[in-house]
């Protein structure tokens, strides 16, 4: 999965990626955020619907590109990477072979998303049956219905998904969730088809509006309506492309979660205000506060109360409060003065990591109910996606084990808040979302080792 699989768990001290975190100190410091990690491997993708060359600046150095230039390669492509630049040349694309899609489709989310371009350069494309990852089952139904109605055949066979296509032709397509990876997947599909295409109830996160911005500049025409509907007109050929890569919201709001949590001020520079606002409103509603500077582009982030305020959250799809927002904000209420309650309705098991935070001191209870305004679709399935946090807790060291990127992190909040020393064992996996995440830590003072 391109968002981290649970290691196997290291046995303590053995792993090579273990970190130690002396916490109890206020961080102070300026991060530079560079492209999104969720935006910058599909706009590789991109680039393989054209023969033409394609460059992407405001590169991050993020493990989930490496995934993608394998893939690149082994279709036949050229990649060459510079400090700010990728080059992509799709010249030619040969199909994935079994081998490859295995093992590529089980180590990141990426891959899938190419079963769309296959079928429009070779007519035929393999999907492995997806693996579950620690934040959920992680399925793929969404992107065969999608590619389905616009006229691929599958074939499911020893656990690998086979489809052909002769033509991609127009559709229209009602999704049952606005998934992001279902929405990418329709537009790959979508812009060389024959005839219109409508997708709706499609994702409009930042990234995919960025990713939008891309298939125009190759030639794609796409409109998105305010009924969060999107509109396709199929065209012959795509060319290449020039981009500048949209910062990365959900890093940016991590680093910020950790200053909240540690009464510390961090400010990021790379990412746009108006991408954050639901974080921004809800970092003030906190108990944190913020400047940002005239173009938008830096935020900097503090504790502006001594004590945090207690908050009811619900995790929603863009515009509401991400979901990849929510461990390390959610960490940060640990020490809020009061009772906080949080729904996350994007993911049914993304509330995992409030166990470990517990080892360290914290008072977080999971529930299966829907505690929140909205009757989510975990509510009657019995998913514990509720917890209701009561702080402040005094956090004090511990030894964890990260089970995935995004809980990773909240396990460094945890520990720079926390009295003593803790030992984080697979933090390796930050590698994969968090771009020079060891030397950005001690940018702003955190003592690890
Ligand atoms: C993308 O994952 C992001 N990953 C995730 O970020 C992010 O949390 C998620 O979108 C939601 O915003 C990347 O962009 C690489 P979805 P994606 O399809 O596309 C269900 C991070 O930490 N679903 O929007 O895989 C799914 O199980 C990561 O940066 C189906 O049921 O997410 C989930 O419950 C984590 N069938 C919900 O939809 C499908 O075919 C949202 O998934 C597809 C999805």
């Known amino acids: 999965m391109s968002e981290p699989t649970s290691p196997s768990s290291p046995t303590p001290g053995a792993s090579a990626d273990t970190m130690t975190v002396r916490g109890g100190v206020p961080v102070e410091g300026e991060l530079v955020i560079r492209g999104s990690k969720n935006a910058l491997p599909k706009m590789m993708v991109a680039a393989l619907l054209t023969a033409e060359p394609c460059t992407l600046t405001n590169i991050s150095t993020i493990r989930d590109i490496e995934v993608v230039d394998e893939l690149i390669r082994l279709t036949g492509g050229t990649v060459e990477h510079d400090a700010d630049r990728i080059r992509i040349t799709a010249g030619s694309f040969t199909a994935l072979g079994e081998v490859d899609v295995e093992r590529l489709h089980n180590a990141s989310r990426?891959?899938?998303?190419?079963?769309?371009?296959?079928?429009?350069?070779?007519?035929?494309?393999?999907?492995?049956?997806?693996?579950?990852?620690?934040?959920?089952?992680?399925?793929?139904?969404?992107?065969?219905?999608?590619?389905?109605?616009?006229?691929?055949?599958?074939?499911?066979?020893?656990?690998?998904?086979?489809?052909?296509?002769?033509?991609?032709?127009?559709?229209?397509?009602?999704?049952?969730f606005p998934s992001v990876g279902a929405t990418e997947q329709f537009l790959f599909a979508a812009v060389l088809a024959e005839g219109d295409s409508e997708l709706a109830n499609a994702a409009i996160e930042p990234e995919i509006l960025d990713l939008i911005a891309v298939l125009q500049k190759m030639g794609a025409l796409i409109s998105v309506e305010p009924n969060r509907t999107i509109?396709?007109?199929?065209?012959?050929?795509?060319?290449?492309?020039?981009h500048r890569v949209i910062g990365d919201r959900l890093e940016a709001a991590s680093w910020a979660s950790l200053a909240l949590a540690t009464g510390g001020a961090i400010t990021v520079r790379g990412v746009q205000q108006q991408d954050m606002s639901t974080f921004l409103n809800v970092y003030r509603r906190a108990g944190g506060d913020f400047t940002i500077d005239a173009d938008g582009r830096?935020?900097?982030?503090?504790?502006?109360?001594?004590?945090?305020?207690?908050?009811?959250?619900?995790?929603?799809?863009?515009?509401?409060?991400?979901?990849?927002?929510?461990?390390?904000?959610?960490?940060?209420?640990?020490?809020?003065?009061?009772?906080?309650?949080?729904?996350?309705?994007?993911?049914?098991?993304r509330l995992g990591y409030t166990?470990?935070?517990?080892?360290?001191?914290?008072?977080?209870?999971?529930?299966?109910?829907?505690?929140?305004?909205?009757?989510?679709?975990?509510?009657?399935?019995?998913?514990?996606?509720?917890?209701?946090v009561v702080g402040p807790t005094?956090?004090?060291?511990?030894?964890?084990?990260?089970?995935?990127?995004?809980?990773?992190?909240?396990?460094?909040v945890a520990a720079a808040a926390a009295d003593g020393e803790s030992v984080i064992h697979g933090v390796g996996l930050l590698d994969r979302g968090y771009a020079d995440f060891r030397s950005k830590l001690s940018a702003i003072g955190v003592d690890h080792s």
């Open 110 to 176: 990426i891959p899938v998303l190419t079963t769309a371009v296959s079928l429009h350069r070779t007519g035929e494309a393999v999907v492995a049956a997806p693996g579950g990852c620690a934040i959920g089952p992680r399925p793929v139904d969404f992107h065969m219905s999608v590619l389905r109605a616009l006229g691929a055949h599958d074939d499911h066979r020893d656990g690998m998904i086979h489809l052909r296509a002769d033509r991609l032709h127009g559709a229209r397509i009602d999704l049952p």
């Open 231 to 242: 509109r396709v007109t199929g065209v012959k050929e795509l060319g290449g492309f020039e």
């Open 298 to 349: 830096t935020i900097s982030f503090r504790r502006a109360r001594r004590m945090l305020r207690p908050l009811a959250l619900e995790t929603d799809v863009h515009p509401g409060f991400m979901t990849d927002w929510q461990s390390p904000f959610v960490t940060a209420l640990t020490q809020a003065e009061g009772v906080s309650v949080v729904h996350e309705t994007v993911y049914e098991d």
């Open 355 to 388: 166990e470990a935070l517990r080892t360290l001191g914290a008072q977080i209870q999971v529930f299966t109910e829907c505690l929140g305004p909205t009757r989510c679709r975990f509510g009657a399935a019995n998913h514990r996606h509720s917890a209701v």
């Open 394 to 412: 005094k956090l004090h060291g511990a030894e964890l084990v990260v089970p995935d990127l995004r809980a990773g992190f909240s396990y460094v």
